[in-house]
């Protein structure tokens, strides 16, 4: 792959380490950018190269565009891997470092751009031949909201266009209900994200969040990789998630993966990406598609044996795909539970310094995890810490597997979210894959026996 030689991570934590690893075994140099927080960061420790650039507060560093293409350029790197959050979906960021001739390892700036707008995500999903939740066509007015909600039927909920993760979302259950819903939703959406615009879909009551996996070379050659059942979240924020769905079986995966796959050919998507859907009644409804590399990816990479960086890195330099979809095979079942430095029952975050850390090991075990005895985390970021992915050949297997893990893990000094996967493990409900995206919290809602 001649067109990458050394590549700058743009981001920190478990991701930078990932990203890392993967970059090493291509033999590609890498550059860590760091914050004056994460200066003894694992990922700044491992790295080839490391820069500082700036204060604590991610608007100041990894958010600080000017400061990562000023590292590219003291560095030589020739490409950036904005890992997930951060500037991954950011496509003035794309567009900047094209303008510098830098690679940016993911999708054209455009491609990012459509679908960071829902209206003009869903419409172009809708185009390409995958199925939507029914709903307004393009943006919904004040004046036009209570026709629009009577043609698609109650309960209806209203998005932000520019939203995502939940937020701005009002359900209304009856036609009284729809001008406050939409009001509210307008005024939350200014508020969040500049920008008031909303849309209205049939609200779906007890759907799975089901998200498929897509690669393309940007060609018009793509591939699925299955699909991961992340229903079990809270408050936006996944918990546990599982590749396959407990809920699907062969056909209906092969089915939904190829209509992903061919509107991803049709679109001359590059790099990976993530279609997501809500599933109920044995029907799919696309909501959204992300256009990054997700927390979640190594389940997926735990079934397939594929890569998902690697593949990244091979499309964003022309090197192409290095599977074709005949090849791709699924084995077996796999589990995340992330690991969080939050208290496991309120998700209070938990930062402080790891006094004692030991992971688990053994047949289909994975920690990514930048954590380490001694290590400090900092308050400023999110609290994710590490993830840990168990791979059996089938669920029960899996499942038992994961039991012995959670027992062998050790994470003394702070407070994780490693007892409520103790709780989870043993609980029906889960062992029977029966559940669906409210049952976490209302799990949480009842007391702690
Ligand atoms: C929905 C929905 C029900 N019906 N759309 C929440 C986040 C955003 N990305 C999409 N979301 C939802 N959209 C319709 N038409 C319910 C949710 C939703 C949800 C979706 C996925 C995972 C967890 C969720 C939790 C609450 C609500």
Request: a negative charge; aromatic letters at 6%; charged letters at 25%.
């Amino acid at each position: 792959m001649p067109l990458i030689s050394k590549v700058l991570i743009a981001n920190r934590g478990e991701i930078a380490l990932r990203v890392l690893r993967a970059c090493k075994e291509l033999g590609i140099a890498t550059v860590a950018v760091h914050s004056t927080a994460d200066a003894d960061a694992m990922h700044v420790r491992l790295a080839d190269e490391s820069v500082c650039i700036g204060p604590p507060p991610s608007r100041d560093s990894y958010l600080n565009i000017h400061q990562i293409v000023a590292a590219c350029e003291i560095t030589g790197a020739d490409a950036v891997h904005p890992g997930y959050g951060f500037l991954s979906e950011n496509a003035k960021f794309a567009d900047i470092l094209d303008a510098h001739g830098i690679t940016f390892i993911g999708p054209t700036a455009d491609h990012i751009r459509i679908m960071g707008d829902k209206i003009t995500a869903k419409e172009t999903a809708k185009a390409l031949g995958i199925p939507v939740v029914p709903g307004s066509t393009g943006e919904v007015r004040p004046e036009n909201a209570l026709e629009i909600a009577r043609e698609i039927g109650f309960p209806v909920l209203i998005k932000a266009t520019a939203g995502g993760g939940g937020r701005g979302m009002k359900v209304a259950r009856n036609e009284d209900e729809v001008e406050e819903a939409v009001s509210t939703a307008r005024s939350e959406a200014a508020a969040a994200f500049g920008n008031d615009a909303v849309y209205m879909e049939k609200y779906l009551g007890k759907p799975r969040h089901i998200e498929i996996q897509v690669v393309g070379d940007g060609e018009g050659n793509a591939i699925h990789l299955g699909e991961r059942d992340c229903s079990l979240q809270r408050r936006h924020q996944k918990v546990w998630e599982e590749a396959n769905s407990p809920a699907l079986n062969v056909e209906q995966r092969m089915k939904i993966g190829e209509i992903c796959a061919d509107a991803m050919r049709k679109l001359k998507y590059r790099g990976a990406g993530t279609v997501e859907f809500l599933y109920e009644n044995g029907e799919f409804y696309f909501i959204e598609m992300n256009t990054r590399l997700q927390v979640e990816h190594p389940i997926t990479e735990a079934i397939t044996g594929i890569d998902l960086v690697h593949e990244q890195i091979r499309v964003a330099s022309g090197a192409g795909l290095s599977v074709t979809q005949d090849e791709i095979v699924f084995q077996g079942h796999a589990i995340e539970c992330r690991i969080n430095a939050e208290d496991p029952r309120t998700f209070v975050p938990s930062p402080g310094t790891i006094t004692h850390f030991h992971a688990p090991g053994g047949l289909g075990v994975r920690v990514d995890s930048g954590a380490y005895q001694g290590y400090r985390i900092p308050p400023y970021y999110d609290s994710l810490i590490g993830k840990l992915i168990v791979h059996g050949r089938t669920r029960v297997e899996c499942m038992m597997r994961l039991r012995r893990v959670l027992d062998e893990f050790v994470i003394d000094g702070i407070k994780t979210t490693l007892p409520l996967f103790q709780d989870l493990i043993n609980n029906q409900d889960i062992a029977n894959g029966d559940y669906d995206i409210h049952w976490l919290e209302n799990y949480l809602a009842q007391p702690a026996e």
